[in-house]
C-alpha cells in the first residue's frame, strides 16, 4: 500500500489485531473484541475505496470532476465485493472486468473475504449474533489488502 494515509491506518489496525492477540480475556470478551475488529476492518475497506479511486480523480479529472467524483464516493456505504466492482467500472469497463476477474481468480478467497467483512459488520451493526473471531478477522484482512493493493495498482 502505497497511499500515506491508508498505511498509516492499516499500521493502526495491524497494531491493534496484534494486541488483541495478547488479551487473556473470556470467551464472550473475545466475541465483543472480534466484533470491533470487524467493523474497524470495514470501516477500512471503505476508506480504501474512497481514498484509491479519489486521488485518481483528483490527479486526472478537472477540479469540478473530481469534485463531482468525491462527492459520489463519500455515499458509497459497506461495499461488498460487487459494489468494488461497479465503482471500478463507473471508471472504466476494463478495470471492472480486470477487477471481477481478480476477486475470483483465488477459488473466489478475496470476493469471499470481503463480502464476510461487510455482512459480518451489517450483522453486527443491527445488533445480531455473529460468529466472527478476531481470529477470523485478520484471516479477512490479508485477502482484501490483495485487493487493495489491484485497486491502486490500477489507479496509478
Not at 499500521?11 to 470487524?38: P, S, T
Not at 469497463?93 to 463480502?115: F, P
Not at 489488502?145 to 489491484?150: N, V
Request: glycine letters at 6%; a negative charge; proline letters at 2%.
Amino acid at each position: 500500500m502505497n497511499n500515506v494515509e491508508l498505511k498509516r491506518q492499516l499500521q493502526r489496525l495491524e497494531h491493534l489485531l496484534d494486541k488483541v492477540r495478547d488479551i487473556d480475556a473470556d470467551f464472550e470478551l473475545q466475541g465483543h473484541w472480534g466484533n470491533y475488529m470487524c467493523v474497524l476492518v470495514a470501516g477500512f475497506l471503505e476508506n480504501c475505496l474512497k481514498e484509491l479511486y479519489g486521488d485518481r480523480a483528483r490527479r486526472s479529472a478537472s477540479p469540478e470532476v473530481a469534485s463531482f467524483v468525491l462527492r459520489a464516493l463519500e455515499r458509497i456505504q459497506n461495499p461488498n465485493s460487487k459494489r468494488f466492482v461497479e465503482v471500478a467500472s463507473a471508471f472504466s469497463a476494463e478495470w471492472g472486468r480486470d477487477l471481477e476477474s481478480h476477486l475470483g481468480e483465488d477459488d473466489g478467497r478475496r470476493k469471499g473475504a470481503v463480502d464476510s467483512i461487510m455482512s459480518n459488520r451489517h450483522l453486527i451493526a443491527h445488533g445480531k449474533n455473529t460468529s466472527v473471531s478476531v481470529g477470523r478477522v485478520r484471516e479477512y484482512l490479508s485477502p482484501s489488502l490483495e485487493i487493495l493493493e489491484f485497486i491502486e495498482t490500477q489507479c496509478m
